[in-house]
């Protein structure tokens, strides 16, 4: 009797402990298939300290175990901005180099900034190619160019008188005067008249001004020039000497367009000619411009 109560109780005991046994390695299993994450320092493999603090500095992790979704990595410069909509590659590799230049952002609203106070935006700055934090370098001067001399030739004749169709000069080398018609050419000089032009005007106000005038030809360069009353005549082979920004020198002529060394692509038209400056057009924004001797 008593060997089969010892018999029950055995059995008792191996069913009760048997669950317990079963659950203990089911635990162990699930600890073992998924091992804790050591969570380190951000640029180190220090361990970063107390459990809450490691959950708080870890990139992407929350506080509570979740995963937190990462920042996007950053645009490239000027993507999507549509002051650049249009604009080729290479050139807005050079207007990010003028923005990086100045330190200045590419972003619409700063382009629309006045950063040095000088009454124009940077925008306006930046087609000028001028200084957006310096006052003194305003659009309509090109700071990035200088004159470095302009030689002007003058047609060495000078209009006195005409007289229907008679026309008195002086030739301004030898002093010495003569009467030239259409068809005739003046002593020793490479031209000839093509016409000649007796015309007086009045203004609004009825003061009457002698605008008659003589047209000569070059005989050597087909060149055209129109003599006026007592006014020398500036000949084509008049020059202006420009530096770019690299130092060199380019010679460019009145109504010429022409493209400035250390300015690729881009293309200026000389409107004027004068001692202290050179006035040019920019063919792409219409921009009228000085280029200032220095």
């Given at each position: ?164 169709d008679k026309a008195r ?103 004027e000619l004068r001692q ?15 280029i200032p001797k220095r």
């Amino acid at each position: 009797m008593k060997q089969s109560v010892r018999g029950f109780a055995l059995l008792a005991l191996l069913v009760a402990v048997a669950p317990s046994c079963s659950k203990k390695g089911q635990d162990t299993r699930v600890v073992e298939s998924s091992p804790p994450v050591e969570d380190t320092v951000p640029g180190t493999t220090q361990p970063a300290g107390g459990t809450s603090s490691r959950a708080a500095s870890a990139p992407g992790r929350q506080s509570n175990g979740a995963s937190a979704a990462l920042p996007p990595a950053p645009r490239p410069a000027g993507e999507d901005n549509p002051l650049f909509a249009g604009v080729s590659p290479e050139d807005r590799i050079k207007f990010e180099a003028w923005f990086k230049r100045y330190n200045l952002s590419s972003d619409p609203e700063v382009m629309d900034q006045d950063a040095d106070h000088d009454g124009y935006t940077n925008r306006e700055e930046f087609l000028a190619d001028t200084n957006p934090l310096d006052p003194k370098s305003m659009p309509g001067v090109m700071d990035a160019a200088s004159v470095k001399a302009v030689n002007e030739i003058t047609v060495p004749l000078l209009l006195r008188q005409v007289k229907g169709d008679k026309a008195r000069v002086q030739n301004t080398q030898t002093g010495a005067e003569e009467e030239l018609s259409k068809g005739s050419q003046p002593k020793g000089l490479p031209y000839k008249v093509r016409d000649v032009k007796e015309s007086v005007k009045a203004d609004k106000h009825g003061v009457f001004t002698d605008v008659s005038n003589v047209t000569l030809e070059n005989t050597a360069t087909k060149e055209t020039v129109v003599l006026i009353r007592d006014l020398p005549a500036r000949s084509s082979e008049t020059h202006a000497v420009i530096v770019g920004p690299n130092g060199e020198e380019k010679k460019v002529h009145l109504d010429e367009t022409v493209e400035i060394p250390g300015l690729p692509g881009r293309k200026f038209k000389v409107m004027e000619l004068r001692q202290d400056q050179v006035l040019v057009e920019e063919a792409s924004t219409k921009r009228t411009l000085s280029i200032p001797k220095r």
